[in-house]
């Protein structure tokens, strides 16, 4: 586990998982610890960061300002395996994916909502990456919500392609393609 800058500002705990190993060490608490959020309210429309992403294909980060400011929520940054070119979900993954079903079910996160942000690297065509990372996003979901019984109205996935890597100067690096759980306050 590690703290990185994202944006601005410490955004919470972010923590990497490259394998089976260091994702068998996370527990419930680390991942509470990592979502607990703002007292307030955030006004997100995944619609809108959508929209702004299909808008902005293959231009970078820069032309993504409402995104930009989702940086200073409390975030947790995930590697979720999954089939190459594909949104199945490696089955070892489904152990990352209990942790955190077991604390988005805990009574200190039960109460916001979340957006599950998709990612990829920049190897294929921007287009195909953004299409990619939002079904992979979209499969996360559903996991946590069918098979783990998180309320759907909890979970907003959206994707975003190569746009936001977190390594930019190695836009190919296996590190850029995660899923971010970003909290964006209560549910009401």
């Known amino acids: ?77 995930v590697d979720i395996e999954f089939e190459y070119n594909s949104t199945a979900i490696v089955p070892s993954s489904y152990r990352t994916l209990g942790a955190i079903a077991d604390a988005l079910h805990h009574p200190l996160l039960a109460r916001y909502k979340f957006l599950v942000v998709g990612h990829t690297d920049a190897t294929g065509g921007a287009d195909y990456n953004l299409k990619l990372s939002l079904q992979r996003a979209e499969a996360i979901r559903a996991a946590l919500n069918t098979t783990f019984t998180v309320a759907p109205g909890r979970l907003f996935a959206v994707g975003v392609g190569e746009e936001l890597p977190l390594d930019p100067g190695n836009p190919d690096g296996a590190v850029n393609r995660r899923v971010q759980l970003i909290n964006i306050g209560e549910a009401r």
Do not use: C, H, Y
């Open 1 to 77: 586990m590690r703290f990185r800058r994202l944006g601005g500002a410490i955004a919470g705990i972010v923590m990497i998982w490259s394998g089976g190993a260091v994702a068998q060490g996370i527990t419930e608490v680390q991942i509470i610890n990592g979502l607990q959020g703002p007292a307030v309210t955030v006004v997100v429309d995944p619609a809108a960061l959508m929209a702004e992403v299909n808008a902005n294909v293959g231009k970078g980060a820069a032309g993504l300002p409402t995104w930009a400011q989702l940086a200073s929520l409390t975030q947790l940054v």
